[in-house]
């Protein structure tokens, strides 16, 4: 999954308790992405970074925040999870450049808020 | 405000036959429209894309034929096989003009192509 590696995998939490998700790339790409997917929605942007500690807002953003303080690590949390965000999180990453516009993305995490 | 309409939300096709999915945008603006493959458990892949300078792309046996004017787009599996089967997702964004370059995603039209 072109150097893209999520963490946890897999992870099972509690209504209320923060959760952060992790995204390591060693593509030393510029943008990185996380998305989340859901059955009738598709993949739906939550928050993107065009570079070291500069991050913008998706379509979906309420609920989460991110950081990102180096090239190659990009950090979703949950302050307070609620059920409806279980989903299954998706960070992608791109070049920039000539070849922007594609997307490379992980395997995902799969989280569930009891 | 959807701006990516994806039709149908399933589809099941004979091995040999054709799939063809379509997607449909609002956007004027976009200029560039990608189509990803996903398998179950997995991250979605870059399968084609196409820019509206061109009304079709083919590789292999994967076509998108584009309609600039009706804003529409669509994806063609010639011959397709059980290995095709997957989740396939359209989307678009604008990939001109200094954007960020985000990604609009489809909701995706899971194919299934029976031997």
């Known amino acids: 999954d072109a150097g893209i590696t999520q963490s946890p995998r897999h992870k099972v939490t509690e209504t209320g308790t923060p959760v952060t998700l992790r995204c390591h790339q060693t593509e030393n790409h510029r943008y990185m992405y996380w998305y989340r997917q859901d059955p009738g929605h598709g993949l739906r942007l939550i928050h993107y970074s065009y570079g070291v500690k500069d991050t913008d807002k998706g379509e979906v953003s309420d609920g989460y925040s991110v950081s990102r303080s180096k090239t190659e690590d990009f950090l979703l949390t949950l302050e307070s999870a609620t059920s409806s965000q279980t989903s299954v999180y998706f960070c992608?990453?791109?070049?920039?450049?000539?070849?922007?516009?594609?997307?490379?993305f992980g395997s995902g995490t799969q989280l569930s808020v009891l | 405000q959807q701006q990516v309409k994806q039709s149908p939300q399933s589809l099941i096709v004979q091995k040999g036959g054709i799939s063809i999915i379509n997607c449909a945008y609002e956007?004027?603006?976009?200029?560039?429209f990608p189509w990803y493959q996903q398998f179950p458990g997995k991250g979605p892949a870059l399968l084609i894309a196409?820019?509206?300078?061109?009304s079709e792309k083919k590789e292999g046996r994967f076509t998108i034929s584009f309609n600039k004017s009706a804003k529409q787009f669509s994806l063609h599996i010639m011959d397709s096989q059980p290995g095709d089967s997957a989740t396939y997702f359209c989307?678009?964004?604008?990939?001109?003009?200094?954007?960020?370059?985000?990604?609009?995603f489809g909701k995706g039209t899971l194919l299934t192509v029976n031997p």
């Open positions: 989307a678009a964004t604008r990939a001109s003009g200094g954007s960020n370059y985000k990604l609009t």
């Open positions: 196409i820019r509206p300078d061109v």
């Open positions: 956007n004027t603006a976009f200029d560039y």
């Open positions: 992608a990453i791109s070049e920039g450049g000539p070849r922007r516009e594609k997307l490379f």
